[in-house]
């Protein structure tokens, strides 16, 4: 297992398109609606997106808080709420948290509304405008707010794609955006959160590597759940780490005894690192690991 930097290039051509549609969008919506991965709130943030939606009103929603640490995600709460930039933990998938949304929105605007109705403009609706890059559960959280399955939902990175209106109640309605990443990863640690969530597609980073980064953070930070998920022993763990090798090899060892434990093996008594890649890497994306929280607030 080598160390070398990885080879990060990803930019769908659409991707350019989308985001002078969302420059031309921003005119007519009130507020933005950003989603974030409760798991990777830094490395989920799209940094062109930030600069485009300067100025505006923004709420952070933190979608995907079912498989993030829960202590770790009121701490990413009260980091954003700091910089006062309102901020609510979602579940898309059993709806926690999307009442609470709702509420910020119009409470935020409640001002605006004053102000528009001293101007004698009454009864027009809160146009929202929801972003979030690509397999952050975008679809999943417009079905859910809204109440009623609208957005094509798939589990392909990019796949919603075309501009679309919601209503969400009486007062709000909601414009969808495609999921949009930007032209270049300034760090490597961005690029491997977003490929051990699932937003880079397979095909971009070798897989294999991706996996041994993925063991190394847990070794790291989540060991318990490691070894639990695995049923490795601590004191297996230890030994192998303290071996006198360069520490990469000392942690491949770790990720091919995870492989014979799953029956990853090919002939010969070979362990395939593929197989047992893909196996760390989706039971990660599906919280068979536990709770676990990549970027920790400061």
Not at 14 to 40: C, G, N, P, S
Request: aromatic share 6%.
């Amino acid at each position: 297992m080598n160390e070398n930097k990885m080879n990060i290039n990803w930019y769908p051509g659409h991707m350019a398109k989308t985001r002078k549609q969302i420059a031309e969008d921003l005119k007519i919506v009130d507020i933005v609606i950003e989603l974030l991965d409760a798991r990777i709130p830094v490395s989920s943030q799209n940094p062109d997106i930030a600069q485009i939606i300067k100025g505006k009103k923004k709420i952070i929603v933190l979608n995907k808080c079912d498989l993030a640490d829960e202590k770790e995600s009121k701490k990413w709460i009260s980091y954003f709420e700091s910089k006062n930039i309102p901020a609510v933990l979602v579940d898309s998938n059993t709806g926690r948290g999307i009442d609470n949304v709702i509420r910020k929105i119009e409470k935020i605007m409640d001002e605006e509304k004053e102000i528009q109705a001293k101007k004698g403009r009454v009864g027009r609706k809160i146009r929202a405008m929801i972003l979030g890059i690509p397999n952050v559960g975008k679809s999943s959280f417009i079905n859910r707010i809204s109440k009623k399955t609208t957005a094509e939902v798939g589990n392909k990175p990019g796949v919603t794609k075309q501009k679309q209106w919601i209503r969400i109640n009486e007062k709000v309605e909601l414009l969808d955006t495609p999921g949009v990443l930007w032209p270049k990863f300034e760090s490597e640690e961005v690029a491997l959160h977003l490929a051990f969530t699932g937003t880079i597609k397979e095909d971009v980073l070798e897989k294999t590597e991706v996996a041994y980064s993925l063991v190394k953070f847990l070794l790291e930070n989540a060991r318990e759940n490691l070894c639990n998920r695995y049923g490795l022993k601590s004191e297996y763990i230890e030994e192998i780490l303290n071996r006198d090798n360069p520490e990469n090899f000392n942690i491949y060892e770790i990720m091919l005894e995870i492989g014979k434990k799953r029956g990853c093996m090919i002939s010969g008594g070979i362990v395939d690192e593929e197989k047992t890649a893909k196996i760390i890497l989706d039971e990660f994306k599906n919280g068979k690991l536990g709770r676990i929280t990549l970027e920790f607030s400061k």
